[in-house]
């Protein structure tokens, strides 16, 4: 079964443009979660889809948003770069048919923004 | 809320020794609980985990104990190889099913 896979797998942007990082779930999975880490500020979570809903949010600006289709695929968009957004962004799914669940990770995104 | 303390690092290790990653976490409930490794240029790859109180989970040789009474899933293995550098992150999972994670312990083995 193929594992979570995320495109582009790098990306260099320049302070004020936006970007897009798509990301596909196992087959089967329903939820899928974005998180980005930083060596500043480690792993932090960014939100949470199911069934095309965000279900959770982390705490990050409104620059950053996301969208989920029907058939669980994945987009994240950040709008007017900063350089604190260069980052490792991990898309990760699950099953999410009730009890303890696993994420799997897919390779990740890396973004510069200079 | 929900947090993770895990040993700083970096650990620097000689093949076959033994090690121990250590893990506290603060959570309300019963989490759910997880070790990930991350190798140099990859995404986060699920080690083990234990989803209630003295489970044991383990894989490839590393094994962590749900420990609720002290708070904690410290990371153990025999002994280690240079396959085995790698950082190496503690995470819980509440009920809302984010994951939490430590800020991992980067560990290099040398021959």
């Known amino acids: 079964k193929a594992g979570v896979t995320q495109t582009p797998r790098y990306l260099i942007k320049t302070r004020g443009q936006q970007v897009t990082l798509s990301c596909s779930p196992i087959?089967?999975?329903?939820?899928v979660s974005w998180y980005q880490q930083t060596p500043g500020q480690g792993l932090q979570f960014l939100f949470e889809?199911?069934?095309?809903?965000?279900?959770n949010k982390g705490n990050f600006p409104g620059r950053f948003s996301g969208r989920q289709f029907s058939n669980s695929r994945s987009e994240m968009n950040v709008s007017t770069l900063e350089l604190g957004d260069s980052a490792l962004y991990l898309c990760a799914s699950r099953r999410d048919r009730g009890g303890p669940d696993t994420q799997y990770f897919g390779p990740g995104t890396r973004l510069t923004v200079l | 809320g929900n947090s993770v303390t895990q040993m700083e690092g970096p650990v620097t290790l000689s093949e076959e020794a033994f090690l121990t990653i250590n893990c506290t976490y603060t959570?309300?409930?019963?989490?759910?609980l997880f070790w990930y490794v991350q190798y140099p240029g990859e995404g986060l790859q699920l080690l083990l985990k234990a989803t209630k109180a003295d489970d044991k989970g383990s894989n490839k040789g590393f094994e962590a104990t749900y420990r609720k009474e002290t708070t904690s899933f410290h990371l153990e293995k025999g002994s280690v190889q240079v396959s085995d550098s790698a950082v190496y992150f503690c995470a819980l999972s509440g009920g809302s099913e984010k994951l939490v994670f430590g800020k991992g312990t980067k560990l290099t083995v040398n021959p």
């Open positions: 959570a309300t409930g019963y989490p759910s």
């Open positions: 889809y199911f069934s095309e809903t965000q279900r």
């Open positions: 087959s089967g999975h329903r939820s």
